[in-house]
């Protein structure tokens, strides 16, 4: 077996907001929190997050990518797509495990923003629908900083080398991150991917190799 290891530093330039299950009085969506109460970006977040971007970058190169998130429209013969081989699906478990990215030089003081439902369809607020949203702030000086993990174990480093390449497209490829994005919140500076194969550094250029092939058409799934 083959393990991959990726570090992935994520750099935001505004504030954060991901609803987390706790309750705080005053506020309609609270933070997501550890269990030690501190800020954080869920690892279901950033994983989905990753796989939207993918599914859109390998399906504009014209590369066969399912149809996610409804099960039905996701694959389910022995052999699926790139997007499900490295993300998994509710047939085919994904043999990464993504951590939830704890958030550095996140000020200790939540703030809280008030917010308006606003219509779509009308492009109007909707009558009495105040709410208010907790939100991690960010400023020029100290922008948020958050550090994620994500590890697994692949049949051969061939497998291992495209997953990294995926996760690392992915992250080149996002705008925001998180809720309220329409708000002007989780907007990305950079997202930096550092990965290892079997404890040694896989090289940018490797990562390149990959995605000129996958451009070009070349190790279509």
């Not at 994983?47 to 039905?72: N, Q, S």
């Not at 590890?151 to 291992?160: K, L, Q």
Request: aromatic share 6%; proline share 8%.
């Amino acid at each position: 077996m083959t393990r991959l290891e990726m570090e992935l530093i994520i750099t935001l330039d505004t504030a954060l907001h991901t609803t987390g299950n706790l309750r705080r009085p005053g506020v309609d969506k609270a933070m997501a929190r550890t269990a030690q109460g501190d800020p954080v970006l869920p690892a279901t977040t950033l994983k989905g997050f990753l796989r939207e971007k993918a599914e859109i970058l390998l399906r504009a190169w014209g590369h066969p990518v399912c149809l996610g998130p409804e099960p039905d429209r996701m694959c389910k013969g022995p052999e699926p797509c790139r997007i499900c081989r490295v993300f998994g699906n509710p047939r085919h478990p994904s043999p990464l495990r993504f951590s939830d990215a704890t958030l550095i030089h996140a000020d200790e003081d939540l703030s809280v923003r008030a917010g308006v439902a606003i219509s779509r369809h009308r492009r109007a607020a909707f009558p009495q629908r105040l709410f208010f949203m907790e939100t991690v702030p960010s400023i020029p000086e100290r922008p948020i900083r958050g550090q994620a993990w994500c590890e697994g174990d692949f049949f051969d480093p061939t497998t291992a080398r495209e997953a990294a390449a995926l996760i690392a497209l992915a992250a080149r490829w996002g705008i925001a991150i998180g809720g309220g994005k329409t708000r002007g919140l989780g907007w990305i500076r950079e997202i930096k991917v550092n990965a290892h194969i079997d404890g040694e550094p896989l090289p940018e250029s490797a990562l390149v190799e990959i995605w000129r092939a996958w451009r070009e058409g070349t190790h279509v799934a």
